[in-house]
């Protein structure tokens, strides 16, 4: 079986309902699945360290880098949403063409403000609420 790489440039992202693109995202990653813990379960008689996973399932986080403006609605609505603790609907549509898509729900949170190449940027992380929905 073999795989195509599919680059992020050329990549959207979008949130809220309806789906509107973010502008100024100037990098992505993200979401990565995985266990919470794991527990270990060593007994007395093992011959090596024994673990076992959590049963609580961790579905990750995106970050993105933002070129902040203030009179953006969507950098508005992600401000609002971290400060209000309120989740926020996002689809990633990945590739040039945008041929392969992820969405999901997530709690955001924002960075300090920060100098990015003379310009106001922020990162923002997206923790997902649910396993994201993958999609061709």
Do not use: W
Not at 2 to 23: E, F, K, R, W
Not at 28 to 47: E, K, Q, R, V
Not at 101 to 120: I, R
């Amino acid at each position: 079986m073999s795989y195509a790489a599919v680059t992020h440039q050329g990549s959207i992202l979008q949130m809220g309902s309806p789906l509107v693109t973010i502008s100024g995202v100037t990098d992505l990653a993200g979401p990565a699945l995985g266990i919470t813990a794991f527990l270990d379960s060593t007994a007395i008689n093992d011959a090596a360290k024994v673990f076992r996973p959590d049963s609580l399932t961790d579905y990750g986080e995106v970050t993105f880098d933002l070129y902040y403006n203030y009179a953006d609605t969507q950098h508005a609505a992600l401000k609002a949403a971290a400060v209000g603790k309120t989740t926020i609907a996002f689809k990633e549509l990945v590739g040039s063409p945008q041929d392969c898509s992820a969405t999901y729900t997530a709690y955001v949170s924002m960075s300090e403000l920060k100098n990015k190449n003379g310009f106001v940027a922020v990162t923002v992380t997206a923790k997902l609420t649910g396993a994201p929905q993958v999609g061709a």
